[in-house]
T-cell receptor, first 114, second 113 residues
Framework: DGGITQSPKYLFRKEGQNVTLSCEQN?????MYWYRQDPGQGLRLIYY???????QKGDIAEGYSVSREKKESFPLTVTSAQKNPTAFYLC?????????????FGNGTRLTVT | KNQVEQSPQSLIILEGKNCTLQ??????????LRWYKQDTGRGPVSLTI?????NTKSNGRYTATLDADTKQSSLHITASQLSDSASYIC????????????FGTGTRLTIIP
């Protein structure tokens, strides 16, 4: 059963700590994305990767870092430099070989930093 | 600045009734518009895509329309079911760059029995 798995579903951290969110896909998609969802706002792109070992900053990359060492995996690290890290984080992938292909989303990680 | 505005912000209807959600956009040049359904605490799932040449497209009880001249789209839900309770998000892709998506803030739909 193909899909995207995000873990954990809920994550709690103290301010000043870095935290890494996991995202794994078995859809064989080249492109992967990290979005942040806040109440009353549309999804905002943090980072994206179109191929292994390459990634690009999105609209709100400050305070975040990513890696893409394997096609299946695209972990996101929320660093202590991110001023307002509490949010719902969504990972997605897409088949770039298909024109107009949709984003396939995981079920998100809700991060709370206190 | 590219924008996508959705209305209403929230909507409550009785089970079995129909409803229409609206999406207005200023994204240019336009490539396509997609509607996603997002259940609470889950990731969005694509319902349908509208390209420039399409006016109407149905997916079961969901019917999307697109007026590229007025830059408006609608999502009509027929004979609503309790499982339709979700947020519906309109997403517009610019012609320049596959990664240039603009997301609406969504309409929160609640179906009551």
């Amino acid at each position: 059963d193909g899909g995207i798995t995000q873990s954990p579903k809920y994550l709690f951290r103290k301010e000043g700590q870095n935290v890494t969110l996991s995202c794994e896909q078995n859809l064989n998609h080249d492109a992967m994305y990290w979005y942040r969802q806040d109440p009353g706002q549309g999804l905002r792109l943090i980072y994206y990767s179109q191929i292994v070992n390459d990634f690009q900053k999105g609209d709100i990359a400050e305070g975040y870092s990513v890696s893409r060492e394997k096609k299946e995996s695209f972990p996101l690290t929320v660093t202590s430099a991110q001023k307002n890290p509490t949010a719902f984080y969504l990972c997605a992938s897409r088949d770039r070989g298909l024109g107009n292909s949709p984003l396939h989303f995981g079920n998100g990680t809700r991060l709370t930093v206190t | 600045k590219n924008q996508v505005e959705q209305s209403p912000q929230s909507l409550i209807i009785l089970e079995g009734k129909n409803c229409t959600l609206q999406c207005n956009y200023t994204v240019s040049p336009f490539s396509n518009l997609r509607w996603y359904k997002q259940d609470t605490g889950r990731g969005p799932v694509s319902l349908t895509i509208m390209t420039f040449s399409e006016n109407t497209k149905s997916n079961g009880r969901y019917t999307a329309t697109l007026d590229a001249d007025t830059k408006q789209s609608s999502l009509h839900i027929t004979a609503s079911q309790l499982s339709d309770s979700a947020s519906y998000i309109c997403v517009v892709r610019s012609l320049f760059g596959n990664e240039k998506l603009t997301f609406g803030t969504g309409t929160r739909l609640t179906i009551i029995p």
